[in-house]
């Protein structure tokens, strides 16, 4: 008797919790479209991609990547180039497209082991007068433009590949659109999808990382199947966010995880299938590097992805394309 009125008195104060906070309420939310939508993916679990080592004691000093940075980080920084380097090297002679390269911490070292020409493009002419100098004073010919990463498309070409590294927020959809509208390739590590979303605004417009109205989410027709309305693709951003996911405390530490890891896979897939829906062969691959974020590769190229699937890690059958169409 004593269990029962507990386990009643239990239930009472979860209802309570879920009227009274938005927060519990929305990771309800979040745990039914997730339980709803994952059970009809079809995006295998990825292998660790087998990066090939780059010899960073042969670069130049001013072209090493955050050296302000603590020793781990730069080993984070320096296996997610590799891990990069890795996907990009098996497009070879393609160009290289950084659409938020900053001060070139990710472009410059991928020129120099890549041996190819690179295209630089950030907001801030700055950052990018920064990297040209880096560049200069290591006799590394790069090139470099001014370029809102939402204006991107007309400065590429079918033989470009778009890598990015920590594409943060609408970076990540807007340079894979932008790359599919151009038929190139693409290389990207997204994080902070949440930005992508957030109405918060510069005075002079929207934020760089901020999705511009061309850009809807869901991004797939596959998820939009699901009659996800814009306020549900929120809520599973919202879930994907580990600070979000630890805040309700009606969800315990296994399910907190398991929810992350789902949201996460689903709004992966969203992206993976926007390309694959526009005649390209995606992969979605993890590497070393920790369990962070940054973990995780969106690849794409339009046709059979040869090249990709050359890669060894791939745990897909070569012969068949990741979303087979219906």
């Not at 239990?10 to 927060?23: E, F």
């Not at 204006?151 to 594409?167: F, K, S």
């Not at 299938?273 to 005649?279: D, I, K, L």
Request: hydrophobic share 45%; with cysteine; proline share 6%.
């Amino acid at each position: 008797m004593r269990a029962v009125t507990v386990l009643l008195l239990a239930s009472a104060r979860a209802v309570d919790y879920l009227q009274g906070n938005p927060r519990a309420a929305a990771r309800a939310r979040a745990v039914a479209l997730v339980d709803a939508i994952g059970s009809a993916s079809s995006l295998p679990d990825p292998d660790v991609l087998h990066t090939t080592a780059l010899d960073w004691s042969s670069i130049d000093e001013g072209l090493l990547p955050a050296t302000r940075e603590r020793d781990d980080e730069q080993r984070r920084s320096r296996a997610s180039i590799e891990a990069l380097a890795t996907v990009a090297r098996a497009l070879d002679g393609a160009r290289i497209v950084d659409p938020c390269a900053g001060r070139g911490d990710v472009a410059l070292p991928l020129a120099y082991f890549l041996q190819t020409d690179v295209l630089l493009c950030d907001v801030s002419a700055r950052a990018l007068d920064v990297a040209s100098e880096r560049a200069d004073e290591a006799s590394l010919p790069i090139k470099t433009k001014t370029v809102d990463c939402a204006e991107l498309g007309p400065h590429l070409n079918a033989n470009d590949c778009v890598v990015a590294l920590r594409a943060c927020g609408a970076v990540a959809d807007m340079a894979i659109a932008a790359a599919v509208d151009a038929g190139a390739a693409f290389v990207v590590s997204p994080c902070c999808l949440w930005k992508a979303v957030a109405k918060a605004s510069s005075s002079s417009g929207r934020m760089p990382t901020t999705a511009p109205p061309s850009l809807a989410y869901p991004r797939s027709a596959w998820l939009s199947g699901f009659d996800v309305s814009p306020e549900d693709y929120v809520t599973l951003v919202d879930a994907d966010e580990p600070p979000a996911a630890r805040a309700s405390a009606m969800l315990g530490d296994g399910a907190r995880t398991r929810l992350f890891r789902q949201a996460r896979r689903i709004l992966e897939e969203d992206r993976l299938r926007y390309a694959s829906e526009r005649g390209y062969d995606v992969r979605l691959l993890r590497f070393e590097g920790g369990d962070n974020p940054h973990v995780g590769i969106l690849a794409g190229v339009r046709g059979d992805g040869a090249a990709l699937a050359a890669l060894d890690s791939y745990p897909f059958d070569d012969e068949e394309p990741l979303f087979p169409a219906s």
